[in-house]
């Protein structure tokens, strides 16, 4: 069956540390890979993509991505966090030729000052 | 970017009753949008696909005659629930796709039924 594991479902850090949040899927054939982030009170953005190329990708506000397909792993990093990255993030996948998202069950990240 | 709205925000109703929610496009054109329902701590889960002027199309599970769907436009979209119960009580979001397949999400709408 198709589904996205998100095993960090929150996360607490001081401002400045690093932050890795794992997503890991199960999907046959090739896949697109998102992660969205869900400020407070606020509606759902993507922060980046891959459909395909480089595995390294890079998002807004400094986050970035490591798609490794030999884990099924899609793994949201960002080296220093602030404490305006307070948010809910949720790693999906769609299927090459599809744009229904699966999404994980999503990661709280607290991040105090 | 892209903006998607919903209405209402959030809305209480008696069980029984029916209830309609928008999503709007407000500044592209969607041929295509998404229903989702969200569960305190859970996922997103999609419930269906509206296709602009045609049927929408259904996750398995979901009671098409109980949720019904209706995309008349390229920026609108509405989900009826009909009959509603208690166990409809949920979070429903809405997403609409841009010309660039790319999905804007909308604010999200409370439904709480009593």
């Known amino acids: 069956a198709q589904s996205v594991s998100q095993h960090n479902h929150h996360v607490i850090l001081s401002e400045a540390a690093s932050l890795e949040l794992g997503c890991n899927y199960s999907y046959g054939g090739t896949v697109n890979l998102f992660w969205y982030v869900q400020y407070p009170g606020q509606h759902l953005q993507l922060l980046l993509k891959?459909?395909?190329?480089?595995?390294l990708v890079k998002g807004i506000k400094g986050f970035e991505a490591e798609f490794i397909k030999s884990k099924f792993s899609f793994n949201l990093r960002k080296p220093s966090v602030q404490w305006s990255d307070t948010a809910e993030y949720f790693c999906a996948v769609t299927g090459y030729n599809t744009d229904k998202l699966i999404f994980g069950t999503g990661t709280r990240l607290q991040v105090f000052p | 970017g892209a903006v998607v709205s919903q209405h209402p925000s959030w809305v209480i109703c008696k069980s029984g009753t029916s209830v309609k929610i928008e999503c709007r496009s407000l500044?592209?054109?969607?041929?295509?949008m998404f229903w989702y329902r969200q569960f305190p701590k859970q996922s997103l889960m999609l419930m269906a696909t509206s296709n602009e002027g045609s049927k929408a199309t259904y996750e398995q599970g979901v009671e098409k005659d109980k949720f019904l769907i209706n995309h008349a436009s390229l920026t609108l979209s509405t989900l009826t629930v009909t009959s509603a119960h208690p166990e409809d009580s949920s979070f429903y979001i809405c997403?609409?796709?841009?010309?660039?397949?790319?999905?804007?999400f909308g604010p999200g709408t409370r439904l709480t039924v009593t």
């Open positions: 997403s609409a796709r841009d010309s660039g397949n790319e999905q804007y």
């Open positions: 891959y459909f395909s190329g480089d595995p």
């Open positions: 500044d592209f054109q969607a041929t295509t």
